[in-house]
């Protein structure tokens, strides 16, 4: 079945430290690949999102990801965290070509930010 | 608008009650999606439409759940006969086509307790 996985469910970074963190996905064929967050009372916001080419991603605020095939992996990743970044953090995929749009989402990594 | 927009935003309902929820997507979007989100859980999908055309249903749990989209524009997710395991954030989103490459924008969600 297709899925995607976030391993860590909570992480704390002190502000000015680099973050990574974690999506695997387990899917027939390389999916299209999203990072979302979502802060607290708001809706979800798309960061960036991976469809071919070049495996780094930029994204807005600062972020960026990169897809592994080898790892099956789409780990997202900012250089220098900020208060603001504390949020929910969601990765999710879908079938590349296929009949539907179905997004299926990881159950999210909380990220708190110590000053 | 100037984003999706849903309401109620909170809903306290009694066991056996109906519900409808409604979305109101971005001005002109072709696409629109709900999902659903338990605590602690990524959001899980639920249906789409591209205009008034429900594309995906497979994502809703059981015959009590449904969904319309009669003119293109706002659509009403109803849940019959509600049940406590029906509590949860339920979300809509809206994309500018139909393809899954579109980013898809989120509402602040609906927020259903059943009691």
Redesign the interface.
């Known amino acids: 079945a297709q899925s995607v996985t976030q391993p860590d469910i909570h992480i704390t970074v002190s502000e000015g430290a680099s973050l990574e963190l974690r999506c695997n996905y387990s899917y027939g064929a390389t999916p299209y690949l999203f990072w979302y967050v979502q802060s607290p009372g708001q809706g979800l916001q798309l960061l960036l999102k991976y469809f071919s080419g070049d495996t780094l991603v930029q994204g807005i605020k600062g972020f960026e990801a990169e897809f592994k095939r080898s790892q099956s992996s789409f780990n997202l990743r900012k250089p220098s965290v900020h208060w603001s970044d504390a949020a929910e953090y969601f990765c999710a995929g879908v079938l590349r070509g296929g009949a539907t749009n179905k997004l299926i989402f990881g159950t999210g990594t909380l990220l708190a930010v110590q000053p | 608008g100037a ?2 927009s849903q309401s109620p935003r909170y809903k306290v309902t009694k066991r056996g009650q109906d519900v409808a929820l409604r979305c109101d997507p971005i001005s002109g979007h072709v ?1 629109l ?1 709900w999902y659903r989100q338990a605590l ?6 639920l249906t ?1 439409f591209n205009y008034e055309a429900q ?2 249903k ?2 809703l749990p059981n015959d009590r759940f449904s969904a319309e989209r009669p003119e293109g524009s706002i659509s009403t997710l109803t849940i019959q006969r509600t049940e406590q395991r029906d509590s949860a954030m339920y ?1 809509c ?1 809206s994309s500018l086509a ?4 579109e ?7 609906t927020r259903l307790l059943v009691l």
């Not at chain 2, 602690?40 to 999908?45: I, N, T, V």
């Not at chain 2, 980013?103 to 969600?109: H, K, L, M, N, R």
């Open positions: 984003g999706v696409s999606y602690g859980q990524g959001p899980e999908f789409y594309q995906d497979s994502g979300r989103a139909g393809s899954i490459r980013t898809q924008y989120f509402g602040p969600g």
